[in-house]
């Protein structure tokens, strides 16, 4: 295992507000990534980065920003959360043949 | 684009039955091939793979082989056991000089084994 974490592991929040997600590695791993998960849609890749303060997006980034300030950690931001973003959360990094390992997600819910 | 496509579930077996789940991608290169497992309220945890064509890659008695030919990577064990209850996942990650090497998942598929 790679020795990740998250936090908060369940968070419930109101709509329209600002929520930040944080994620934890122990590994030294360049890459790290933001997936959401959701019934019907497997994962899907929100935003990933390749090195401190390299970021980009991915498949379903729109409402999503992303920080990257230090090696071991990548933050998650929703600027204004909605219902839509109800979902788990799971960040992941890359080992050295491409697999990923992830850690155990965010259960975040938008009232 | 780059797609994985898997068989729907949810799939239910007794225990000590044959489990097959169907993979099948679409993929401009030469994809590495990956089988993950999700336990109930867990993260994805990597069960094997594949990075060539005619790879069989194996762990815990899972077995899965690269199929150029078919495009195809199906995930086979021979004697299911009720703690293989889990979500699975097939992906792909695309090798060549311009892929940032990001996994494309399939969207799961569910199994159920009964005692």
């Not at chain 2, 999700?38 to 064509?53: F, V």
Request: aromatic share 12%; with cysteine.
């Amino acid at each position: 295992d790679a020795g990740i974490t998250q936090s908060p592991r369940h968070k419930v929040t109101e709509t329209g507000t600002p929520v930040t997600l944080r994620c934890h590695q122990t590994e030294n791993h360049r890459y790290m990534y933001w997936y959401r998960q959701d019934p019907g849609h497997g994962l899907r890749l929100i935003h990933y980065s390749y090195g401190v303060k390299d970021t980009d997006k991915g498949e379903v980034s729109d409402g999503y920003s992303v920080s990257r300030s230090k090696t071991e950690d990548f933050l998650l931001t929703l600027e204004s959360a909605t219902s839509s973003q109800t979902s788990v959360y799971f960040c992941a990094t890359r080992g050295s043949s491409y697999e990923q390992y992830f850690g155990p997600g965010t259960r975040l819910t938008v009232t | 684009g780059d797609s994985v496509t898997q068989m729907e579930g949810p799939v239910t077996l007794s225990e000590e039955a044959f489990l097959t789940i169907n993979c099948t991608y679409t993929a401009t290169g030469y994809p590495s091939l990956f089988w993950y497992v999700q336990y109930p309220g867990e993260g994805l945890q990597l069960l094997l793979k594949a990075t060539k064509a005619d790879d069989k890659g194996s762990n815990k008695g899972f077995e899965a082989t690269y199929r150029k030919e078919t495009t195809s990577f199906h995930l086979e064990k021979g004697s299911v056991q009720v703690s293989d209850s889990a979500v699975y996942f097939c992906a792909l990650i695309e090798n060549y000089g311009g892929s940032q090497g990001n996994l494309i998942f399939g969207k799961g598929t569910k199994l159920s084994v009964k005692p």
